[in-house]
């Protein structure tokens, strides 16, 4: 990554922004090319410097049905995902999750091990993805996040309450 592209990045909400709690608004046929290409491409660059595997468009305050993933380590595999929806889902595992708009916090998550996801690319072509491991889980949790639902939803009342006052402070000190 090239130093001028660093800063053309989005900023990240932390919750408990209103954004992260709205269901995102799907794309229309007609919003599909190389504007919708640019935003993917942006996200990337946003979840690459923050650090992330994951990202959602509510979570850098569009209101679109659109996320970005990348699980490789040597970031091999980037995902651009136009309306993303899981269609089958098989077994269940529970990982440690975090969350680029609930920082520092992570817990346990139960989800579906495996998922079949069907989605568009910027250029409006379906595809239909077949996942498990890491990669299942963070569609999940982005898809979540296109619904208004955040990891913490998933935890019992108290691991929950703890969770959300926790990231309430740390938003605290940002300001």
């Known amino acids: 990554m090239t ?14 922004e209103d954004i992260l709690r709205t269901k995102a ?24 410097v923050h650090e992330g595997i994951g990202l959602a468009a509510n979570q850098v305050n569009i209101d679109k049905r659109i996320i970005v ?6 970031k091999s595999k980037q995902y651009i995902m136009i309306n993303p929806e899981i269609t089958h889902s098989e077994g269940e595992v529970a990982i440690e999750e975090g969350c680029l708009s609930v920082p520092t916090i992570r817990e346990f998550v139960p989800r579906a091990e495996k998922v079949t996801c069907t989605y568009f690319d910027p250029q409006g ?39 959300i006052e926790k990231v309430r402070k740390i938003k605290k000190k940002m300001k």
């Open 3 to 16: 130093q001028d592209n660093a800063v053309d990045i989005y900023q990240v909400e932390i919750y408990p």
């Open 25 to 48: 608004t799907p794309y229309t046929a007609e919003e599909f090319g190389e504007q919708l290409e640019q935003i993917g491409q942006k996200m990337l660059r946003t979840m690459y």
């Open 69 to 74: 993933i990348d699980v490789t380590e040597d």
């Open 125 to 163: 072509t379906q595809h239909t993805l077949e996942a498990d491991g890491l990669l299942a889980i963070c569609l999940q949790h982005e898809i979540d996040h296109l619904n208004g639902v955040m990891f913490f939803d998933h935890l019992d009342n108290f691991k929950r309450n703890r969770a």
